[in-house]
C-alpha cells in the first residue's frame, strides 16, 4: 500500500520570505501523481499544484514550486513570497494511476502559519 | 473551474437518527464520486468510492450499513449516516472527478454533530 509522509507537523514563516514543506512516499508504482492541497480555515480543499511522475521538470504554479526527487521519492513543496493568506495546512497527496483505482491518499498535513 | 457543492454546510441530529449528505457537481458531469472524513486537526480519510449507477467501494473498516452511499446520476452523490451516534461526528468531504482525468475536485465539506 502506498503511504505518504510528512514530517513536519507545524512550520512557521515570516512574510515574504521562502519557506519549504517536505513529503515523501513509498511506492512500487513507476507512473502516479502526487499533489499538494491547501486547506485553509474555511476548510474548503484547494489544489496547490501538481506533478506527474513521468515528467522530470518541476511543477511550478507562481510563488508555488515543488522539488520532485522520483528516485528518493521525495516531493516537497517551495512557497516564495510568502503572504498572509498562505497560512493553512497543507496536505501532500499521492495518487496511482493504473488498475483503475485513482485514489488520493494524503499525508497527515503541515500547519502553516505566515506571521507579519 | 469546476464547481462541487455539498448540502448542508453543518447539521446537527440526536443520537439513533439518519441524516443525509448531499454533494453535487455544479457545472460538470462527474462519473467518480469519493467521501472523506476528516477529524479535527487529522487528515482526510477515504471511506468510499462511488460511481454513477453501480455500488459504492468502501474502504477497509468502513462499515457499508451505516454509511449508506448513492451516485444516482452524474452530478448528484449522496451519503447517509444511519442511526447516528456522537462517535460519528465529524466533517464529511466529497470530491469529484471527471472520466479520464485525475484531478478531484472537493466540496466545502459537512459538519456533522451528533448529540
Known amino acids: 500500500a502506498q503511504t505518504v509522509t510528512q514530517s513536519q507537523p507545524e512550520m512557521s514563516v515570516q512574510e515574504a520570505e521562502t519557506v519549504t514543506l517536505s513529503c515523501t512516499y513509498d511506492t512500487s508504482e513507476s507512473n502516479y501523481y502526487l499533489f499538494w492541497y491547501k486547506q485553509p480555515p474555511s476548510r474548503q480543499m484547494i489544489l496547490v499544484i501538481r506533478?506527474?511522475?513521468?515528467?522530470?521538470q518541476n511543477a511550478t504554479e507562481n510563488r508555488f514550486s515543488v522539488n520532485f526527487q522520483k528516485a528518493a521519492k521525495s516531493f516537497s513543496l517551495k512557497i516564495s513570497d510568502s503572504q498572509l493568506g498562505d497560512t493553512a495546512m497543507y496536505f501532500c497527496?499521492?495518487?496511482?494511476?493504473?488498475?483503475?483505482?485513482?485514489?488520493?491518499?494524503f499525508g497527515k498535513g503541515t500547519k502553516l502559519t505566515v506571521n507579519p | 473551474g469546476a464547481v462541487v457543492s455539498q448540502h448542508p454546510s453543518r447539521v446537527i441530529c440526536k443520537s439513533g437518527t439518519s441524516v443525509k449528505i448531499e454533494c453535487r457537481s455544479l457545472?460538470?458531469?462527474?462519473?467518480?464520486m469519493f467521501w472523506y472524513r476528516q477529524f479535527p486537526k487529522k487528515s482526510l480519510m477515504l471511506m468510499a468510492t462511488?460511481?454513477?449507477?453501480?455500488?459504492?467501494?468502501?474502504e477497509q473498516g468502513v462499515e457499508k450499513d451505516k454509511f449508506l452511499i448513492n451516485h444516482a446520476s452524474l452530478t448528484l452523490s449522496t451519503l447517509t449516516v444511519t442511526s447516528a451516534h456522537p462517535e460519528d461526528s465529524s466533517f464529511y468531504i466529497c470530491?469529484?472527478?471527471?472520466?479520464?482525468?485525475?484531478?478531484?475536485?472537493f466540496g466545502p465539506g459537512t459538519r456533522l454533530t451528533v448529540t
Open positions: 506533478q506527474e511522475a513521468y515528467k522530470q
Open positions: 470530491s469529484a472527478r471527471v472520466d479520464r482525468e485525475y484531478e478531484q475536485y
Open positions: 462511488s460511481n454513477e449507477g453501480s455500488k459504492a467501494t468502501y
Open positions: 497527496a499521492f495518487m496511482r494511476t493504473q488498475g483503475g483505482s485513482e485514489k488520493l491518499v
Open positions: 457545472d460538470f458531469q462527474a462519473t467518480t
